[in-house]
């Protein structure tokens, strides 16, 4: 195929026409050349040229054949092919189970599944981490979801290579992929299928890296995401790749309810048990269950919030305002009490963080917190955030104690932590809600601070951009 290449070695050795030694990250050979090394990836690669024809049939019954399979695997047909236009995306090898030469989506996988899981070692992924190794396998059953899993990873790869082509193609997949959801969210027989679940949790993600326009659109596809799970019921969920998925879209659709004002349908026993009964695989028991229960607790977040946001509107004087304070007093106080337990119980099965040495001179943060384990991390900044949240309702009804302290020492933890959990392609996401919790309470220095960080994020994140931070709390 022209244009595509044969060697697996990094380009300047191509051109150079010498054996490269594809060390990782860069090779010898450009190293003792004196040249940067431009890397391995052969993703994507874009060319100008005439769209897609498709190839004279032999016959009308091998075409009837060859339509009916395809539309029994659900990949795309050379119709759908010919649409991409003018910038084309070429296979270097075609994979077994492809027969059409869009993109080279099944060996860029592999590539997006690595950086997606960085840092650390496989026992130690991120829940998010986990569910992109599914991609393999799912790619090529629908095409809903093909047209998700390019526009994805076309804008990754884009980003990453700042290739404008590969970010205008990933819109376009986009565009395609929207099209297509919303015939099979029309389709009876596709409509709950698990290959449409994850379309549209990916489609989420990809608002989440890509929109810097609208603030407001990752809440759009949440509330859809959210929508989705509650109709399929707790019944659907019984597979590894239903169940990894659900645990991804849940803290979507907590922070989805949150900032909405919606109720969180997840706050419920029926959804509580049926989590608490489906383990990820990797997860050791004691972790599992630990973390089930925080996140149990971590449903009735929403309706607290609700409350306390709800008497920001009202004057806290008169005499309707004093049974709302009262159940948010409540509220707030036995969400506390249920968490010291758990707190005492989770630091016995992942080891608290340690106080080290900023990498950088920080005048703010010269100690930072480093874990044991991404993971680990992960749940502590949550549990931050959810006793930031308790702290400033107590504070701000005067309940006794050291509320204000305890704010304050809840914020700067989550701050703390900035530096070891943004590691990596999924770090801005994972310390999404944790700063946004952050920053509510955060003074003038604290404020700046934050935004920064979030500045530097919204590079790679799109909704870390500060405009998405705009305080909401009293």
């Known amino acids: 195929m022209v244009g595509v290449p044969h ?19 860069g090779c010898a050979k450009c190293e003792k050349y004196g040249k940067p090394c431009p890397g391995y990836d052969r993703g994507f690669k874009f060319i100008a040229g005439k769209p897609y024809r ?27 092919i010919s649409q991409v236009g003018p910038q084309a995306v070429v296979l270097k090898e075609q994979p077994w189970s492809l027969t059409y030469g869009d993109v080279n989506v099944m060996q860029s996988l592999e590539t997006l599944i690595d950086q997606f899981s960085q840092p650390g070692p496989s026992s130690q992924k991120h829940l998010v981490s986990q569910w992109f190794g599914f991609l393999p396998s799912v790619y090529g059953h629908s095409q809903t979801l093909d ?3 390019k526009s994805f990873a076309a804008h990754h790869f884009g980003k990453v290579f700042q290739n404008d082509q590969m970010i205008a193609y990933a819109r376009a997949a986009y565009g395609e992929a929207l099209y297509r959801l919303r015939k099979a969210l029309k389709n009876p027989s596709e409509c709950f299928s698990s290959h449409v679940f994850y379309s549209v949790v990916l489609l989420c993600l990809y608002e989440l890296f890509t ?4 603030p407001e659109s990752w809440m759009k596809h949440a509330k859809g995401l959210g929508q989705l799970v509650k109709i399929r019921g707790p019944e659907r969920y019984r597979n590894d790749l239903d169940i990894t998925l659900l645990k991804v879209s849940r803290g979507l659709i907590v ?8 109720p969180c349908f997840l706050a419920t026993e029926e ?26 607790y971590f449903t009735y977040a929403p309706s607290l919030v609700h409350k306390f946001y709800h008497l920001k509107h009202i004057d806290i004087s008169t005499p309707e305002a004093l049974p709302i304070i009262s159940a948010t007093l409540e509220q707030a106080l036995d969400l506390q009490s249920k968490l010291a337990p758990w707190y005492e119980q989770f630091s016995r099965i992942a080891p608290p963080p340690l106080d080290t040495l900023a990498s950088t001179d920080d005048p703010l943060y010269p100690i930072i917190l480093t874990y044991s384990d991404m993971n680990h991390a992960s749940i502590y900044c949550g549990y931050y955030a959810y006793m930031v949240i308790i702290h400033e309702i107590l504070k701000t009804f005067g309940y006794p104690g050291p509320q204000a302290a305890m704010v304050i020492y809840y914020r700067d933890q989550i701050c703390r932590s900035v530096e070891y959990s943004s590691v990596g392609v999924l770090g801005p996401y994972r310390l999404g ?38 305080p909401i709390m009293p």
């Open 7 to 25: 060697s697996s070695g990094c380009a300047t050795c191509v051109k150079r026409r010498i054996k490269c030694d594809e060390r990782f990250p």
């Open 54 to 80: 498709t190839p004279r049939q032999k016959s009308k019954t091998d075409t009837g054949s060859s339509s009916e399979e395809r539309s029994k695997t659900g990949s795309p047909t050379t119709s759908d």
């Open 147 to 149: 047209a998700s899993i």
């Open 211 to 214: 929109d810097t326009e609208d």
């Open 255 to 262: 922070m989805h309810s949150m900032f909405s004002g919606e």
């Open 271 to 296: 959804w509580h048990q049926m989590m608490r009964q489906q383990r990820v695989p990797g997860i050791s028991p004691d972790f599992h269950n630990s973390v089930e229960q925080f996140f149990a």
């Open 433 to 470: 809600f944790p700063l946004r919790i952050a920053i509510e309470v955060a003074d003038s220095a604290t404020r700046l601070w934050i935004l920064a960080r979030l500045e530097q994020f919204s590079k790679v994140y799109a909704a870390s951009e500060p405009k998405n931070y705009e």
